[in-house]
């Protein structure tokens, strides 16, 4: 059991070291454009821990998914990390997308 465990953690951190490294490459090498929120997906849960002034209350999360054109004219759409500000269908965005996986994109900024 623990060896599983250890195989879980380090999987995990091998995981959270590429994303890292995805994320920076984008921001320093990333190509910014224009792209339109396609689509919000909204996803709640129950607020389980008992500690919190908002224990048994539903909470949301969303997922964002944009649509742009590369380089190529090809129209991409691409799953965005989250938001610090909510975000609406139809809503314009700045974002930079990698040069090496199109679909992998990040904010970035206004």
């Not at 059991?1 to 490459?25: C, H, N, P, Q, T």
């Amino acid at each position: 059991m623990a060896f599983l465990i250890g195989i879980i953690v380090v999987g995990f951190v091998i995981w959270a070291i590429i994303s890292m490294k995805r994320d920076e490459d984008i921001s320093k090498n990333g190509i910014e454009t224009e792209a339109v929120v396609s689509r919000v997906e909204e996803h709640s849960s129950i607020n389980e821990n008992k500690e919190s002034d908002n224990y048994k209350e539903k909470e949301y999360t969303y997922t964002y998914y944009v649509k742009y054109q590369n380089q190529k004219g090809e129209t991409v759409e691409a799953k965005l990390g989250p938001q610090p500000h909510a975000l609406q269908q139809g809503n314009k965005i700045r974002i930079k997308y990698s040069t090496k996986n199109p679909s992998y994109v990040l904010s970035a900024g206004e």
